[in-house]
C-alpha cells in the first residue's frame, strides 16, 4: 500500500516521480529474500541482524530520501523489524548514497512540497492532481 506523485519542472520540463509505501507482495517472510539476506546479497549488517534478532520480520517498502545537497529521490529499501505490528521496531533499514555527493541519504517520511530538479537545479512543485494510491 502506498503513494506517488509528480514534480514538474517549471524551467526544463523534467518530471521526477516520488512514491513511498509497502509492497505487500515483496519480501514479507518470503523464503527467497530470507536466503538473499543470509547470503550477504544486502550486506553484512543485514545478515547480523537477521541472525541475531531470531524471529524477525522483513519486507520491502519505498521511501522518499533527501541528502544535504538537496538531491531527493525515492529509493526501495530492505527493512528487519520485530513483530509487533504495526508498531514494529526497525533494527535495519537499507541506506542510500546521493548519487550527487555520495553523502548518506535520509528517509524523510512525507512528499515535499517542492524538489530541485535534477536537471536544471530549479524548484519543481508537487502536482498533487498526479496522485496514484497502490494497495498490493
Request: charged share 25%.
Amino acid at each position: 500500500m502506498g503513494q506517488g506523485y509528480s514534480y514538474d519542472c517549471p524551467n526544463c520540463g523534467r518530471s521526477t516521480e516520488l512514491i513511498m509505501g509497502c509492497y505487500n507482495c515483496k519480501g514479507w517472510g518470503d523464503r527467497a529474500t530470507r536466503d538473499d539476506i543470509l547470503g550477504s546479497r544486502y550486506g553484512r549488517r543485514a545478515k547480523e541482524i537477521l541472525e541475531r534478532k531470531q524471529g524477525s520480520l522483513y519486507h520491502f517498502q519505498a521511501d522518499v530520501h533527501v541528502c544535504g545537497c538537496g538531491y531527493t529521490q525515492s529509493y526501495d529499501s530492505l527493512v528487519i523489524h520485530s513483530k509487533d505490528i504495526p508498531d514494529w521496531e526497525t533494527y535495519y533499514m537499507t541506506r542510500h548514497r546521493c548519487p550527487r555527493c555520495n553523502r548518506t541519504m535520509k528517509p524523510i517520511g512525507y512528499f515535499p512540497l517542492s524538489i530541485k530538479c535534477h536537471s536544471c537545479g530549479t524548484d519543481s512543485p508537487i502536482d498533487r492532481r498526479s496522485m496514484c494510491r497502490w494497495n498490493r
